[in-house]
C-alpha cells in the first residue's frame, strides 16, 4: 500500500484490500426535546420519519431520512448520553445549492446564504468555477447540532 505525502493511504489501495462494503446507515443526534426535533426533521427538513418507538419512560428513538439518502439520523431518549446540540458539520449533499436553500427557507429554516472557500475562508455567494464540493449553505437544529449542506452537481448525471 503507498503512502501519500499528507501521510493518508490511497485509497483505491485499501478499497482493494477490504473484502467487506462498510456502509454508514445511522447517525444519532442528541437532542433535548424529541417531538420538536422530529417535527424539524420531518416536517422543516422533509426527511421520512420510518421508526417511532417508545419502550417505557426512558427510552424512545425516532429515526428519520433525507429524501435520497442511504444514510438515516435517530434522536430520542436513551440512545446516547452525547449532550444536546453537541453534533458539528453533518453533511448533506445537493446537486442544486440555490434550489436546496430555496426549499429550506419556505419551509422556514433559518438556513445561510450559499457561501464557497476562498483564500481567508469562506465567502459570500456560490463557487465562482461551479465546482463539487465548492459551494456550501449551512443551518442548525432547534438544539444547535449543525449541518452543512454542498453542492456535487455531477451526481445529477449519475457519478
Given at each position: 500500500?503507498?503512502?501519500?505525502?499528507d501521510g493518508t493511504?490511497?485509497?483505491?489501495?485499501?478499497?482493494?484490500?477490504?473484502?467487506?462494503?462498510?456502509?454508514?446507515?445511522?447517525?444519532?443526534?442528541?437532542?433535548?426535546?424529541?417531538?420538536?426535533?422530529?417535527?424539524?426533521?420531518?416536517?422543516?427538513?422533509?426527511?421520512?420519519?420510518?421508526?417511532?418507538?417508545r419502550a417505557g419512560?426512558?427510552?424512545?428513538?425516532?429515526?428519520?431520512?433525507?429524501?435520497?439518502s442511504a444514510c438515516?439520523?435517530?434522536?430520542?431518549?436513551?440512545?446516547?448520553?452525547?449532550?444536546?446540540?453537541?453534533?458539528?458539520?453533518?453533511?448533506?449533499?445537493?446537486?442544486?445549492?440555490?434550489?436546496?436553500?430555496?426549499?429550506?427557507?419556505?419551509?422556514?429554516?433559518?438556513?445561510?446564504?450559499?457561501?464557497?472557500?476562498?483564500?481567508?475562508?469562506?465567502?459570500?455567494?456560490?463557487?465562482?468555477?461551479?465546482?463539487?464540493?465548492?459551494?456550501?449553505?449551512?443551518?442548525?437544529?432547534?438544539?444547535?447540532?449543525?449541518?452543512?449542506?454542498?453542492?456535487?452537481?455531477?451526481?445529477?448525471?449519475?457519478?
Amino acid at each position: 500500500m503507498s503512502t501519500l505525502p499528507d501521510g493518508t493511504t490511497n485509497a483505491r489501495e485499501t478499497e482493494r484490500r477490504s473484502a467487506m462494503d462498510w456502509s454508514l446507515e445511522l447517525v444519532l443526534l442528541p437532542v433535548s426535546d424529541v417531538d420538536r426535533a422530529k417535527t424539524f426533521y420531518a416536517e422543516q427538513l422533509g426527511f421520512h420519519v420510518d421508526v417511532d418507538h417508545r419502550a417505557g419512560e426512558s427510552f424512545r428513538v425516532v429515526q428519520l431520512t433525507p429524501p435520497g439518502s442511504a444514510c438515516s439520523i435517530s434522536i430520542g431518549t436513551g440512545i446516547t448520553d452525547a449532550a444536546p446540540g453537541s453534533v458539528r458539520g453533518t453533511h448533506l449533499v445537493v446537486t442544486d445549492i440555490a434550489a436546496a436553500r430555496a426549499e429550506l427557507v419556505e419551509r422556514g429554516v433559518d438556513v445561510s446564504e450559499v457561501q464557497h472557500f476562498a483564500e481567508g475562508g469562506l465567502v459570500p455567494g456560490p463557487d465562482p468555477q461551479g465546482r463539487d464540493y465548492g459551494s456550501y449553505l449551512f443551518f442548525a437544529d432547534p438544539d444547535g447540532n449543525t449541518w452543512a449542506v454542498q453542492q456535487v452537481a455531477s451526481r445529477a448525471a449519475g457519478r
